[in-house]
């Protein structure tokens, strides 16, 4: 079945402008300020809190270096205070290239991906790998550090916000 319109008002959308080397603190204040906006600190806004949680995907385009998944979630971790669960298609090198690494990756992106689908944690730093057929309702913001591929890959990554219908933020730092 073809949908007959694909407007989303649900969905707002904001770049943030950002150097290469403020993506992990733009990501952080980003953070911040949907939490302000509900009038939450951002302990309370990422707190566990059921299927009515405000919950979050952080898109990076790639798994290792600069910008990666692993190197944002170390970067805000170092803000938030825990650990932040990843998921990325391929194993980072550094667990790759360890007796049975890849296993171990695939063990620990598949727990990731149920931590965050149950409502377990509030948010998940993931390549594109991560998402495809999932239908969480309650994704109220998704976050871009970096440009996504295309257009079209950008509308199917923000997408995944307020499946519910409410209102949610997706966001791009560039």
Known sequence: MVPSDFDRPELSFEVVS???????????GVLNVLATRERMTLAEYLSPQGEDRHCGIVFCQKVDGPNSIMWLSRELERHLGGQLLVYGG??????AA?????????RQ????????????????VATKAYGMGIDKPNVRFIIH??????????????????????????????
């Open 18 to 28: 950002s150097g290469a080397d403020e993506v992990a603190s733009r990501v952080y």
């Open 90 to 95: 391929s194993a980072p090198k550094r667990i």
């Open 98 to 106: 360890t007796p049975g690494g890849r296993d171990r990756w695939e």
């Open 109 to 124: 992106k598949r727990e990731s991906a149920e931590r965050f689908k149950s409502n377990d944690a509030a948010m998940l």
């Open 145 to 174: 550090a970096g440009l996504s591929g295309s257009i079209e890959a950008y509308y199917q990554e923000a997408g995944r916000a307020g499946r519910d219908r409410r209102a949610s933020h997706c966001v791009i730092v560039h």
